[in-house]
């Protein structure tokens, strides 16, 4: 067998990199990734229910047969929020959405709320670390159902074993996690950080790891059940406008508007002042009438 080394990439001109790339086999060239585009799903992508956060991820949305890390600061409260529209729409294609270590036990009219049937759930309670991986590793081996995990102390390779799994199945798996762990290194090709948004029904979310460029800044996701939406205001799920800061043109002089009452009470001080003025003017008048009277008696 004969052994055939490539060049380094010290060796290879700059100016030949896109030769050698369009030279390459269209099969081979059909599979290339560059690093600042983003990624394709190894296999298909399951919409999120979001369309700016589908804008985002490789493939358009969740992608199947790959492990998506979730983080966040407190469990059961935004994972559901966040993962409830695509949960549902597989639930309604009769796929099973299999739950292992919920923190919480599942609330099905809650649940129904968001779109998902309790028919289509299956909750797993394992008691230890090891019970909840090895439920969770068997669950991805069979490629039968959506699988949902809590695990909080899972180490770094146990996430790659995990991977590794979910690659042989066609539906997406998710691994939610604490936030701190956002620090340590994880083999989920997909991470997220949810935290709660501006008002009580939105998200925010910021891509942590994805197969593509690197993701800048948060998105913000309004998550509200459809059944919800009719009944809320528009303000619980918006923003509030920014107030705009007032300019002061130069040469201008602003003057504040005075309140009810403090315009009666000077309006009414204003009057006792003329009043006494007044007064005091007809005092005087008279006092000069009289003195002129007293002079012409006196001559």
Same mark, same amino acid.
């Given at each position: 067998? #004969?052994?055939?080394?490539?060049?380094?990439?010290?060796?290879?001109?700059?100016?030949?990199?896109?030769?050698?790339?369009?030279?390459?086999?269209?099969?081979?060239?059909?599979?290339?990734?560059?690093?600042?585009?983003?990624?394709?799903?190894?296999?298909?992508?399951?919409?999120?229910?979001?369309?700016?956060?589908?804008?985002?991820?490789?493939?358009?949305?969740?992608?199947?047969?790959?492990?998506?890390?979730?983080?966040?600061?407190?469990?059961?409260?935004?994972?559901?929020?966040?993962?409830?529209?695509?949960?549902?729409?597989?639930?309604?294609?009769?796929?099973?959405?299999?739950?292992?270590?919920?923190?919480?036990?599942?609330?099905?009219?809650?649940?129904?709320?968001?779109?998902?049937?309790?028919?289509?759930?299956?909750?797993?309670?394992?008691?230890?670390?090891?019970?909840?991986?090895?439920?969770?590793?068997?669950?991805?081996?069979?490629?039968?159902?959506?699988?949902?995990?809590?695990?909080?102390?899972?180490?770094?390779?146990?996430?790659?074993?995990?991977?590794?799994?979910?690659?042989?199945?066609?539906?997406?798996?998710?691994?939610?996690?604490?936030?701190?762990?956002?620090?340590?290194?994880?083999?989920?090709?997909?991470?997220?950080?949810?935290?709660?948004?501006?008002?009580?029904?939105?998200? #925010?979310?910021?891509?942590? #790891?994805?197969?593509?460029?690197?993701?800048?800044?948060?998105?913000?996701?309004?998550?509200?059940?459809?059944?919800?939406?009719?009944?809320?205001?528009?303000?619980?799920?918006?923003?509030?406008?920014?107030?705009?800061?007032?300019?002061?043109?130069?040469?201008?002089?602003?003057?504040?508007?005075?309140?009810?009452?403090?315009?009666?009470?000077?309006?009414?001080?204003?009057?006792?002042?003329?009043?006494?003025?007044?007064?005091?003017?007809?005092?005087?008048?008279?006092?000069?009438?009289?003195?002129?009277?007293?002079?012409?008696?006196?001559?």
């Amino acid at each position: 067998m #004969k052994t055939q080394y490539l060049p380094s990439m010290s060796t290879v001109p700059l100016t030949g990199a896109a030769t050698a790339l369009n030279s390459l086999p269209p099969a081979v060239a059909a599979g290339l990734w560059r690093g600042s585009e983003l990624g394709q799903a190894g296999a298909a992508a399951w919409a999120t229910g979001f369309e700016a956060l589908d804008r985002e991820l490789p493939g358009g949305g969740w992608p199947g047969g790959a492990l998506t890390e979730l983080l966040q600061p407190q469990p059961a409260v935004l994972e559901w929020r966040l993962l409830g529209p695509a949960l549902a729409a597989q639930g309604g294609r009769g796929r099973r959405v299999v739950l292992v270590n919920p923190p919480r036990p599942p609330h099905a009219p809650g649940l129904l709320q968001a779109g998902l049937d309790a028919q289509q759930l299956v909750w797993v309670q394992a008691d230890s670390p090891a019970q909840q991986l090895w439920c969770t590793e068997q669950l991805l081996r069979s490629a039968e159902a959506v699988v949902l995990a809590w695990l909080p102390q899972a180490r770094p390779e146990q996430l790659r074993r995990l991977q590794l799994h979910a690659q042989g199945s066609p539906w997406p798996a998710f691994v939610c996690r604490p936030a701190a762990a956002r620090h340590e290194p994880s083999a989920a090709p997909l991470r997220l950080l949810a935290a709660p948004g501006t008002t009580p029904w939105t998200l #925010k979310v910021s891509i942590l #790891k994805r197969r593509g460029p690197a993701h800048e800044g948060e998105i913000e996701l309004a998550s509200i059940p459809d059944g919800l939406r009719a009944v809320l205001p528009v303000r619980a799920y918006r923003a509030p406008a920014t107030p705009v800061a007032a300019v002061r043109r130069p040469g201008t002089v602003r003057v504040a508007p005075m309140p009810h009452g403090a315009l009666a009470a000077a309006s009414a001080r204003r009057a006792g002042e003329e009043a006494q003025a007044s007064s005091s003017t007809s005092t005087e008048h008279a006092d000069a009438v009289g003195r002129r009277l007293h002079a012409r008696a006196a001559h």
